[in-house]
């Protein structure tokens, strides 16, 4: 096992911190993404009800 494999095994906190910086990018993203096409069109699901 390499130096970064051990260090990684041995701080459980730093893999939570860094998949929660990941898993809150990637919401982020999907969010600004979604904001193009804004709730006032014609294919946002609420529009139907």
């Given at each position: 096992?390499t130096?970064?494999?051990?260090?990684?095994?041995?701080?459980?906190?730093?893999?939570?911190?860094?998949?929660?910086?990941?898993?809150?990018?990637?919401l982020?993203?999907?969010?600004?993404?979604?904001?193009?096409?804004?709730v006032?069109?014609?294919?946002?699901?609420?529009?139907?009800?």
């Open positions: 096992m130096r970064l494999q051990t260090w990684w095994a041995a701080h459980p906190w730093v893999q939570f911190g860094l998949k929660t910086l990941v898993y809150a990018a990637i982020l993203a999907l969010v600004y993404l979604y904001s193009y096409r804004g006032g069109g014609g294919h946002f699901i609420y529009n139907e009800f």
